[in-house]
């Protein structure tokens, strides 16, 4: 393991951002992911560790206004709770009562849980279904600049991102859902929670007249990345919430899913499963 020389702890989004400026550095929040992925020798330390815990602004949820926004360095647990979120984005909320356990939520981060760009990401797929995008800072001569990524081209593959080394992920931020939007999340795994997900999905869209409009599907653990699941999308866009539209978009989630066999599931397994969440999702929206 490479010797860490360099230990930072900034307060201050411009501080934290010139230390990442010209020189790799590991950047640690939560440490969930980082310590046992360092510890297995998946990942090791750079010379500079950055601790990003203690930056203001970073851990604040904001719902108030036209856009929600969510910072970096919100624990899972603070968006359990969040009332506000559990009003407008309750999908987001149950994907957080999912995740791991008591004391794993309480450190791990919104930030970390999508850097880590795991397939099987318990976050991605409700704010891919929010429409949600990327935050991304860096420290660009005398000023912090930042951009927006749509989370959809935010991961690139497993474990990778379209993040720079210099970039700092400051926060995750979606449209505020409108007065008809319905969502939904199911995750798969031997238990509720403490446990990577086999399959998971989440679908958010606009309800009103039997319809759905608006749709976005979002898929995790059936590709090498979160996805977006585009030919159930197209089925359901403006279609009867009926039957037929149902069978219609299960079949359509097998040109979308592309799991593979590992020690978790099989293959055929994980496509008969998202095929099921489908059905159970679409059924359980057809109710209300």
């Known amino acids: 393991m490479q010797e860490i020389t360099t230990y930072l702890a900034p307060h201050r989004l411009d501080e934290a951002l010139q230390a990442m400026a010209g020189a790799d550095a590991t950047v640690l929040c939560g440490g969930t992911d980082l310590a046992p992925q360092t510890e297995s020798g998946a990942r090791r330390y750079q010379a500079k560790l950055l601790n990003i815990r203690r930056v203001e602004g970073l851990g604040t949820i904001d719902t108030t206004g036209s856009e929600v926004r969510i910072g970096a360095t919100t624990t899972v647990s603070a968006i359990r709770r969040h009332a506000g979120l559990a009003a407008i984005a309750p999908m987001l909320v149950e994907a957080a009562e999912h995740f791991a356990s008591e004391q794993i939520r309480n450190a791990a981060s919104l930030g970390g849980n999508l850097c880590n760009a795991s397939p099987a990401g318990d976050l991605s797929p409700p704010l891919l279904a929010l429409g949600a995008a990327a935050e991304l ?26 993040k720079r080394p210099d970039e700092l992920l400051t926060a995750v931020v979606f449209e505020r859902p409108a007065a008809d939007f319905v969502g939904r999340f199911r995750k798969s795994g031997p238990r509720p929670a403490l446990e990577i997900s086999t399959v998971s999905l989440a679908i958010g869209a606009r309800l009103a007249g039997g319809k ?27 279609r009867p919430l009926d039957a037929a539209t149902i069978a219609a978009a299960a079949d359509a989630a097998a040109q979308d899913a592309k799991p593979i066999d590992d020690v978790r599931a099989s293959a055929w397994y994980r496509g008969h499963l998202v095929r099921v969440f489908v059905e159970e999702v679409l059924n359980d929206l057809r109710r209300d």
Do not use: I, N, Y
Not at 137 to 162: H, I, M, S, Y
Not at 226 to 233: F, G, I, N, Q
């Open 137 to 162: 800072a860096c420290w660009r001569g005398d000023a912090v600049q930042t951009r927006r990524v749509p989370l959809e081209q935010f991961f690139v593959g497993p474990g990778k991102t379209v």
């Open 212 to 238: 759905l409009s608006g749709v976005r599907v979002a898929m995790g653990s059936v590709a090498p990345t979160p996805l977006r699941a585009r030919h159930v999308e197209r089925v359901l866009e403006g």
